[in-house]
């Protein structure tokens, strides 16, 4: 998808697609290297409700891959999401 649709910041990449359980899965790709903090994640979660409205889905699983550190807060209080760190 294209990310500037949603918002204006230029570190992310967006995608959409169904899993083997056809659930609905967006994967944000963060490159950005400074922090990731929780301001951040409320970000991301409007513009998976706009996602929704625009497809007209229900999306079940939210990934997030990022390059940079990440505050351990965000990780331990956002439960509905999966984070994977990569090169």
Same mark, same amino acid.
């Given at each position: 998808?294209?990310?500037?649709?949603?918002? =204006? =910041?230029?570190? %992310? =990449?967006?995608? &959409?697609?169904?899993?083997?359980?056809?659930?609905?899965?967006?994967?944000?790709?963060?490159?950005?290297?400074?922090?990731?903090?929780?301001?951040?994640?409320?970000?991301?979660?409007? &513009?998976?409700?706009?996602?929704?409205?625009?497809?007209?889905?229900?999306?079940?699983?939210? &990934?997030?891959?990022?390059?940079?550190?990440?505050?351990?807060?965000?990780? =331990?209080?956002?439960?509905?999401?999966?984070? %994977?760190?990569?090169?």
């Amino acid at each position: 998808l294209d990310f500037g649709e949603f918002s =204006k =910041k230029r570190t %992310y =990449k967006l995608f &959409i697609g169904i899993d083997k359980n056809s659930l609905y899965t967006l994967v944000f790709m963060r490159e950005a290297k400074s922090k990731f903090i929780k301001k951040e994640l409320d970000e991301l979660v409007n &513009i998976t409700k706009l996602v929704e409205t625009k497809f007209d889905t229900n999306i079940k699983k939210l &990934i997030l891959l990022y390059r940079s550190q990440i505050c351990s807060k965000v990780i =331990k209080n956002a439960t509905d999401w999966k984070f %994977y760190a990569f090169m």
